[in-house]
């Protein structure tokens, strides 16, 4: 397939067409300066503006705000209008890296919420519960060894589990590592509810996710509630296939984490093609 032909299959995504249209409406308000004329002393507060204030509250405090507390949005409002346009006549809003960044992190967010309208199809989920449906299965059932670590740093955490896989596979006894916890090290045959009782839910679906790695292999970590854990699976399997109609949203949450980035990638490139890029040394 040609470079064209790529670009013609992705212009044919929805999420493209968001994409350009929200680049076209940024560079218009760009190109107007925001909708606001730093020159201008004139700030006109209407009913329009009034009630996108109140909504705004309304969505933060669950409740409509009182005359008083209008008055305080409103002197709220024109207080930040003015250090706006004043940032803008002094030119603050130029080659500012926070701003740049601010601006990008909207278009991002423009994107994701694109993407979380995607559907997918019935054909997809069926696949990944086809292909991994222990991970699916209320009543999958494993059997496992972990060993805990006392660790929520993210850094930490992670020396610390490298550190014991290296003396996992210089052959070290398991049972003589890791820090102590009050849940089992090991579990035989049991059923995932079972598990996710003892350890939590963060734990199981680290677990499961993990369910197609090599049996009788130290793999992770996974987080918990405790801190974080290597697990060696010596078995799993689903008891009964799931059905797509009772662990849709399970699938589909899974789907679109998976498909999120490729998504992302697949509109920058579109994006990225309508530029001429110029490095000079």
Not at 117 to 142: C, E, G, H, W
Not at 174 to 200: A, C, H, T, Y
């Amino acid at each position: 397939m040609t470079m064209k032909d790529r670009i013609k299959g992705a212009l044919r995504e929805p999420l493209i067409h968001f994409l350009i249209a929200g680049l076209v409406i940024f560079l218009l308000f760009a190109w107007r300066g925001y909708g606001v004329d730093p020159a201008s002393r004139t700030i006109i507060i209407d009913e329009a503006q009034v009630s996108r204030l109140g909504k705004s509250f309304e969505q933060t405090f669950q409740r409509e705000p009182s005359p008083k507390e209008v008055d305080g949005l409103i002197r709220e409002y024109i207080k930040e209008e003015i250090y706006y346009r004043e940032a803008l006549r002094l030119g603050l809003d130029s080659e500012d890296p926070v701003i740049r960044r601010r601006l990008r992190s909207k278009m991002e967010f423009l994107a994701q919420a694109k993407l979380d309208s995607v559907r997918p199809t019935d054909a997809a989920l069926q696949k990944m519960i086809d292909a991994n449906p222990q991970k699916y299965a209320a009543d999958a059932r494993y059997s496992f060894d972990q060993i805990y670590l006392n660790a929520f740093d993210p850094e930490i955490a992670g020396s610390k589990a490298e550190a014991l896989l290296s003396k996992l596979k210089s052959g070290a006894d398991w049972q003589s590592l890791g820090d102590n916890l009050s849940v089992p090290k090991s579990m035989d045959d049991i059923p995932r509810s079972e598990i996710e009782r003892q350890f939590g839910e963060e734990f199981t679906k680290g677990l499961s996710s993990l369910a197609d790695a090599p049996k009788n292999s130290w793999v992770g970590p996974i987080g918990s509630g405790f801190g974080i854990h290597l697990l060696r699976i010596r078995s799993a399997a689903a008891a009964s296939k799931p059905k797509l109609a009772d662990v849709r949203q399970a699938v589909e949450n899974d789907w679109r984490a998976e498909t999120m980035e490729k998504r992302e990638e697949e509109a920058y490139n579109v994006l990225l093609s309508a530029y001429d890029i110029e490095i000079k040394k």
